[in-house]
């Protein structure tokens, strides 16, 4: 029988870090993803501690490179893994106006919220067998459903996301695949830490217990199917 695994891309911090945690105390094999391999080397201590019987795996891989998304699937196929779950997680910000874009800030931004999102997709489906109950999670944010203020490349990716999604999901009805959209409001997580951005996120979501609501959604759905998670601040 092939191995179970769930994959999370940005799982060395923040939301996809404190997804992890939570699967590895469930007893899931996890595989985090980003580019920063020590940031990675971190992550993975700190989830060994937790993880009881769990095997936790890192690889460095930037998902907007197609040759690191390969080598992710590559690894995949060689240990003869099998993709439970996917998350595609990773992603990052930036707050200007929209009189200043650039072509590397529209590159800089849809590499991981689009561009990297629909490549390691893709390599999923492509190596995990149709026979397998597959779940993909897309991690968007409130940013793919309003128009936001300094945020327009951002939002243009995270829109653009949700096309993504809402199209594998009318292309995979009726197979194993179950596409989950999730959008969160604002956490406390290094996605602030970006040039130009000072602003007081002290009241922002606990990243631990906005990916509490988002595992227990996906885990403990008993005979149900979720599609769509939005997840708000109070104030
Ligand atoms: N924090 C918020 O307020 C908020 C609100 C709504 C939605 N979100 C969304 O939530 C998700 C998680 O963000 P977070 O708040 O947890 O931020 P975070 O702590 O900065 O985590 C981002 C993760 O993505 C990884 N990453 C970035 N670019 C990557 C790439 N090209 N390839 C692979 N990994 C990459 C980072 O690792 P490396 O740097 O090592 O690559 C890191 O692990 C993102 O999609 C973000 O847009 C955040």
Same mark, same amino acid.
């Given at each position: ?13 923040? +939301?996809? +870090? ?14 985090? +993803?980003? !580019? %920063?391999?020590?940031?990675? *080397?971190?992550?993975?201590?700190? +989830? ?21 998304? !390969?080598? #992710?699937? =590559? /690894?995949?196929?060689?240990? =003869? ?14 707050? #200007? ?10 590159? %800089?931004? /849809?590499?991981?919220?689009?561009? &990297?999102?629909?490549?390691? *997709? ?8 149709? @026979?397998? %109950? ?12 309003? &128009?936001?203020?300094?945020? #327009? ?22 197979? @194993? ?7 969160? &409001?604002?956490?406390? #997580?290094? /996605? ?6 000072? !602003? ?12 509490? @609501? ?15 998670? *939005?997840?708000?601040? =109070?104030?």
């Amino acid at each position: 029988m092939m191995k179970k695994i769930s994959v999370i891309s940005g799982g060395s911090s923040g +939301l996809g +870090l404190a997804i992890a945690e939570l699967l590895v105390k469930s007893g899931k094999n996890v595989l985090i +993803l980003g !580019r %920063d391999g020590e940031k990675l *080397t971190r992550a993975a201590k700190k +989830l060994i501690r937790i993880s009881g019987s769990a095997h936790v795996n890192t690889l460095v891989c930037n998902i907007g490179k197609e040759s690191d998304v !390969r080598m #992710t699937g =590559k /690894f995949l196929k060689d240990h =003869k893994i099998v993709t439970e779950y996917l998350f595609n997680n990773a992603g990052r910000g930036l707050f #200007t106006g929209a009189g200043t874009s650039t072509s590397e800030m529209i590159d %800089d931004v /849809f590499e991981p919220n689009l561009k &990297g999102l629909i490549l390691l *997709t893709s390599e999923i489906l492509k190596i995990t067998p149709e @026979k397998e %109950d597959l779940t993909i999670v897309n991690i968007m944010s409130t940013s793919a459903l309003a &128009g936001r203020d300094q945020e #327009t490349i951002y939002c243009a990716a995270k829109w653009g996301a949700r096309g993504y999604t809402e199209a594998l999901r009318t292309e995979l009805k009726g197979t @194993k695949r179950n596409i989950i959209a999730v959008y969160p &409001g604002g956490m406390k #997580t290094d /996605f602030w830490k970006v040039p130009g951005q000072n !602003r007081d996120v002290s009241g922002y979501m606990d990243p631990k217990e906005v990916a509490a @609501k988002i595992v227990h959604a996906i885990l403990n759905t008993k005979g149900m199917i979720v599609s769509d998670i *939005t997840i708000n601040r =109070k104030s």
